[in-house]
């Protein structure tokens, strides 16, 4: 069972099997309480942990400690998509690219132009063009937008076959989430798809510095029939990553 990691319990019990961590988690307590003070809402504090954590170390910023890793991950969730029907014709929405770890993936994989990848954070997306001139894939024109909200306003009707978001509900409020679903559907081709990872807890959903969320698989599927979504859970992710995954798509008239 995934459980709370928000209880004192586990905190303890934590602190006393990893010492060596406990002035770090205290100096980013510090750091979030600040920014949460000085910030309107979730979008814009965690807008200033990006920048914080990207000024710091790009792969880091996007969960990766290691380049090693960096990789592993991208080609992790690259590997998955192609399992699960993606093509290079597909016409792709990556939220929360980041700095294009796996995005670099399927920048090279689809068709020029096909790949748009937005985040909140400026400062990662700087990032991402950099990683677009490392692995020289500027003459397959991924489109890199920053944006304020998961509305997606400035996105066509029925645009894209694949919306991918991989650590981003991990990160998100339920109302953030809620913005997604309640949108995602218009700019979804009706036979598209949604794939997104979530940190899944069989317990009481919590957070955790408002930087990390977890929720009950029912609670996201629930949220997401409410928009007109539907939602399955991808039992086959579950061996390969520590999240958990949903794909969800439009329901079919009549």
């Known amino acids: ?78 590997d998955y998509l192609l399992e699960h029907g993606l093509k290079p014709e597909c016409r792709m929405l990556e939220i929360g690219c980041g700095n294009l770890r796996a995005g670099r993936l399927f920048v090279g994989y689809l068709y020029t132009g096909n790949y748009y990848g937005i985040d909140i954070s400026p400062d990662i997306l700087m990032a991402a063009q950099d990683t677009i001139v490392k692995h020289g894939l500027g003459d397959k024109l991924p489109y890199l937008t920053p944006v304020r909200d998961l509305r997606f306003a400035f996105l066509p009707d029925e645009y894209f076959d694949v919306v991918h978001a991989h650590s981003v509900f991990s990160h998100s409020p339920p109302d953030v989430i809620e913005e997604c679903f309640a949108h995602v559907g218009r700019i979804m081709k009706p036979d598209g798809w949604f794939d997104f990872t979530f940190d899944r807890t069989e317990g009481k959903e919590h957070q955790v510095l408002r930087e990390d969320f977890y929720y009950r698989t029912e609670t996201l599927i629930a949220l997401a029939e409410k928009h007109g979504l539907r939602a399955v859970f991808m039992e086959d992710w579950e061996n390969r990553h520590k999240q958990s995954k949903i794909r969800i798509t439009r329901r079919r008239a009549g």
């Open 1 to 78: 069972m995934k459980r709370s990691r928000s209880s004192l319990v586990h905190q303890v019990t934590y602190a006393t099997k990893n010492p060596h961590k406990i002035l770090p988690h205290l100096r980013r307590l510090a750091r979030d309480t600040w920014f949460r003070l000085r910030t309107r809402d979730h979008v814009a504090y965690y807008r200033a942990v990006m920048k914080s954590d990207t000024a710091r170390d790009p792969e880091g910023a996007v969960g990766s400690h290691t380049h090693k890793r960096w990789l592993a991950l991208g080609r992790l969730q690259f």
